[in-house]
């Protein structure tokens, strides 16, 4: 009965394990929130924080679980006691230690999700990605705990941390697909760019095959029951299956493109989910520069986010721009700026970027909605400040070669009347030309 009674007495102790779970949940939390993006909240990045935590969660429960197992393992002749099967004891040990890994992992979770909501994350929640990060976690348990059993010698604990360390440590996000193996070592998602869930399936599945692995090949070793060869092949051969998996992903979780939201009335914009806040504003003002270059080479019925990476252009009647990532004041005036800048040719304005006298700001400002500018030819800005909207229309739409190539002068600007008495003038400055060769070639025949 005594015997029993210190059986009984081991078993409790084990609770003691729960100790774990404060100490994983500050570093995995540590770990989380530092690979969150902190000025864009993408569910994406959620998925990719978790992951990231278990880099440093991971080798902690390996060294807690192996020193549980070292320190377990000289009780093990209580259990002869019992008519248990000599593998149960270690299967509960690994489904305490399992649990306690859980458990902080859950808070981890908890917390990730919470601050995503605050910031009103874009997108959605990748279940198997959580999943993944689990099973990462547990992996480690498992590893940690039998390493402990094979070796149980003091320093086991200190060595498997220090392995486990090693190898999260090598990881190196992006640069092969070694980086996907468990614990992964993911970059945060950039914008419009989302997770391939294939490659997390990937995840899942590795370390589900080689936690099964683990367990039955210990169980096979300790009842000696020979007929788990097939499960634990079947195990083996799921964990090589999502290794050649993860072989062809290119070494990165997250390249394809994310699916835009967009606004369709009374012009299509369309912006990254993360600012679907802008759509309103953006909008607003982008309806009346569409509408005043309508008819024009610079025409567009679509404005379209894009990355900072790629240029802003007008064409096909499709203008993209760039967003502040935390829309800062002024983020949409600065993105419709870019569109009349990109309305300029590139290669005739490099040379002379603007006229001296500033006409085309003149027409920028009238474009943009601003006050118009203070240029030096004052007879050109009271003329165009005269005309009515749908003239400045007309006229934009006759000159605007002379806009584009950052050509326009005070012809552009002049009414009809100016431009007749103007032709006048210069067919009779001719005919004076003329006049005087032909008096000068008789004065030399003369």
Not at 56 to 70: Q, R
Not at 190 to 208: E, G, I, K, Y
Not at 423 to 437: D, I, L, M, T
Request: aromatic share 6%.
């Amino acid at each position: 009965m005594s015997d029993l009674g210190r059986v009984l007495r081991l078993d409790a102790r084990r609770t003691a394990l729960l100790v774990a779970v404060p100490v994983l949940t500050v570093v995995g939390t540590a770990a989380a929130v530092l690979s969150l993006y902190p000025s864009v909240a993408y569910w994406d990045n959620t998925v990719v924080a978790l992951v990231n935590s278990v880099r440093l969660m991971g080798p902690v429960a390996a060294g807690l679980a192996a020193w549980s197992a070292v320190r377990e393992r000289p009780l093990d002749y209580l259990r002869d006691l019992t008519a248990r099967s000599p593998a149960t004891g270690v299967l509960f040990d690994l489904l305490l230690l399992s649990a306690a890994a859980l458990v902080s992992y859950v808070t981890i979770t908890a917390v990730a999700v919470a601050v995503t909501l605050a910031q009103g994350g874009a997108g959605h929640l990748h279940p198997i990605g959580v999943a993944a990060g689990a099973g990462s976690l547990i992996l480690h348990v498992i590893a940690g705990y039998l390493a402990g059993r094979a070796v149980p010698h003091r320093a086991t604990a200190a060595l498997v941390l220090a392995v486990t360390s090693l190898w999260a440590g090598l990881r190196v996000p992006g640069m092969s697909w070694w980086s996907l193996l468990p614990p992964a070592a993911l970059d945060p998602v950039a914008p419009f760019t989302t997770l391939r869930p294939q490659v997390l399936v990937h995840q899942a599945t590795w370390t589900a095959g080689l936690i099964t692995a683990l367990i039955l090949g210990y169980v096979m070793w300790a009842t000696r029951r020979f007929l788990l060869v097939l499960p634990l092949l079947v195990a083996l051969a799921a964990t090589s299956a999502a290794t050649l998996g993860l072989h062809g992903s290119g070494g990165t979780v997250a390249p394809v493109s994310a699916e835009p939201v967009c606004r369709e009335w009374p012009l299509t914009v369309c912006v990254h989910p993360a600012h679907s806040d802008a759509l309103t504003r953006l909008t607003a003002v982008a309806t009346p520069l569409a509408a005043r270059l309508d008819d024009t080479p610079g025409a567009f019925a679509r404005v379209e986010q894009r990355p900072a990476w790629t240029p802003a252009t007008v064409a096909d009647g499709v203008a993209t721009v760039h967003l502040d990532e935390d829309l800062s004041p002024g983020y949409a005036a600065r993105a419709i700026r870019q569109i009349t800048r990109s309305l300029r040719d590139a290669g005739t304005c490099a040379a002379s970027p603007e006229s001296p006298d500033g006409y085309r700001a003149l027409v920028d400002a009238w474009l943009l909605g601003d006050d118009p500018p203070a240029i030096a030819d004052t007879r050109a800005a009271r003329t165009f400040a005269s005309w009515s909207e749908a003239r400045r229309r007309a006229w934009l739409r006759l000159n605007f070669t002379e806009y584009h190539s950052c050509a326009l002068g005070p012809a552009n600007f002049q009414t009809s009347k100016s431009r007749r008495t103007s032709k006048h003038a210069e067919r009779a400055s001719k005919r004076a030309e003329r006049v005087n060769g032909r008096s000068a070639r008789g004065s030399d025949g003369a």
